[in-house]
């Protein structure tokens, strides 16, 4: 099922002036993540690149960037949040914040892992340097709750 899916893409990028997007958003939209890494895997070994430099050659505009974005976070989506983690902009709080309390139960160790390899320091360190310098009473009991969720509490 993986090959054929994987040549529905195929077509659907390469079939005409124009990428099929309605095909693409099909055939992603559903399969569980296994069977899109299965997809994506059989992709490379038909054409010999990935799905998501296939989609960079075309002219897919925003919906290929987008693409391109959800494909690295199926693909390796330990690797996506850790790099999402180093951000230095406005949203890093919230971003921070988002990532612990959607990840903690599913793979929060494994972003931490991967954060610590790229960054040499944990996310609960993160945590405590965004939060616990603060002379606030409400970032320190955000930090306590963000801590808990990264042990597994």
């Given at each position: 099922m993986a090959m054929c899916d994987a040549k529905t893409?195929?077509?659907a990028?390469?079939?005409g002036k124009a990428v099929d997007e309605k095909t693409i958003i099909s055939?992603?939209?559903q399969r569980?993540?296994?069977?899109?890494r299965a997809i994506l895997d059989s992709y490379k070994q038909l054409y010999g690149s990935e799905f998501s430099r296939s989609i960079k050659q075309t002219k897919c505009g925003q919906f290929g960037k987008d693409l391109r974005i959800a494909i690295r976070c199926i693909r390796?989506?330990?690797k996506f949040f850790a790099k999402k983690l180093r951000m230095k902009n406005a949203d890093a709080r919230e971003i921070l914040i988002r990532i612990i309390v959607t990840r903690a139960e599913i793979d929060i160790k494994e972003i931490n892992k991967v954060f610590m390899s790229k960054t040499g320091s944990s996310i609960e360190n993160l945590v405590k340097r965004e939060f616990d310098n603060k002379?606030?009473?409400n970032n320190y009991m955000v930090s306590g709750i963000?801590?808990?969720l990264i042990r597994g509490y």
């Open positions: 893409l195929y077509e990028i390469e079939s055939v992603l939209s569980n993540t296994g069977q899109l390796n989506p330990e002379k606030d009473n963000l801590i808990r």
